[in-house]
């Protein structure tokens, strides 16, 4: 009786520990997360930003945010220079991509972004830049145990969001 009340406990603890990461990077800011990832791993990626939706974060997807003949380049730029974080998911296709190339690229010299781009490696890759395995990469696990870590990392202060407000 005893140790499934401390099983329950440590459950409860492992909640509570996670509901409070999770209001941290909240209360930081509210945490505008931009998505960069190739099309073919979508629906991968939509399961992990379902579950960072459901624990309160603001995920950027440019599919589903550009509507049909709205300018794209305009948006995107509007969206990478508000984003509080990048998350690029990493596969063959994803490095072959030239949106996901600019989009890192673009993280990695914004002073915005720095410390906020999460490599996510949801297959292996031999021809991925050598600069994303120094980024503490996040190994695609499940939705689940993926978006836990995203959101650790993001609570992080060298990955948390600014607090003061950027120059328009």
């Known amino acids: 009786m005893r140790a499934g009340r401390y099983a329950g406990r440590q459950a409860a603890s492992r909640r509570s520990r996670l509901h409070w990461l999770v209001t941290v990077a909240m209360a930081q800011k509210h945490a505008h997360v931009f ?3 190739a099309r073919s791993d979508k629906h ?3 399961e992990v ?3 960072l939706q459901d624990e309160g974060l603001d995920v950027w997807d440019p599919d589903e945010r550009i509507l049909p003949g709205a300018n794209w380049n305009e948006e995107l730029q ?3 220079d508000s984003a509080d974080a990048l998350l690029a998911f990493i596969s063959p296709e994803a490095i072959a991509s030239r949106s996901v190339s600019h989009e890192i690229e673009y ?3 914004a002073r ?3 410390g906020r781009l999460i490599p996510v490696m949801i297959r292996p890759t ?3 830049p050598w600069i994303l395995d120094s980024l503490q990469p996040v190994q695609y696990q499940s939705p689940v ?3 836990r870590q995203i959101v650790q990392l993001l609570s992080r202060s060298d990955h948390a969001p600014e607090t003061e407000t950027r120059a328009e």
Request: cysteine-free.
């Open 35 to 37: 998505l960069s990832y």
């Open 44 to 46: 991968l990626v939509r």
């Open 49 to 51: 930003v379902q579950w």
């Open 78 to 80: 509007e969206a990478l």
């Open 107 to 109: 993280a990695l010299g």
């Open 112 to 114: 915005h972004l720095r």
């Open 126 to 128: 031999k021809d991925a």
């Open 145 to 147: 145990k993926t978006g």
